[in-house]
Nanobody
Framework: QVQLVESGGGLVQAGGSLRLSCAAS????????MGWFRQAPGKQREFVAA????????YYADTVKGRFTISKDNAKNTVYLQMNSLKPDDTAVYYC?????????????????WGQGTKVTVSS
């Protein structure tokens, strides 16, 4: 069993930056691919970014490519999402997800573990 706890959300002005963290429990964290998803009010949960188990490959939604960076520190059992040049459209609850056996990182249904989410609000 893996428990995920996100932190780092908050209120920021457009153009600002935030870094989200997702701390994981469990001995097998280093073997898991990890993902970040977000869900805005009234919208479906959408893929933001993912990283392979060893950090060698990263994947991004087109809407965040060039602005967000995902990274993974296996020694700290933590995955990060550095968010720069934030826009009001980035406002959402951001969720961390772990363990993607299928290897298709873009689908929320393919992840086995989820955090409780952290809210990000970007003001214009």
């Amino acid at each position: 069993q893996v428990q995920l706890v996100e932190s780092g959300g908050g209120l920021v002005q457009a153009g600002g930056s935030l870094r989200l963290s997702c701390a994981a429990s469990g001995r097998t964290f280093s073997s898991y691919a990890m993902g970040w998803f977000r869900q805005a009010p009234g919208k479906q949960r959408e893929f933001v970014a993912a990283i392979s188990w060893n950090g060698g490959r990263t994947y991004y939604a087109d809407t965040v490519k060039g602005r967000f960076t995902i990274s993974k520190d296996n020694a700290k059992n933590t995955v990060y999402l550095q968010m720069n040049s934030l826009k009001p459209d980035d406002t959402a609850v951001y969720y961390c997800a772990a363990d993607n056996p299928s290897g298709y990182y873009y689908a929320a249904a393919d992840y086995n573990y989820w955090g409780q989410g952290t809210k990000v609000t970007v003001s214009s």
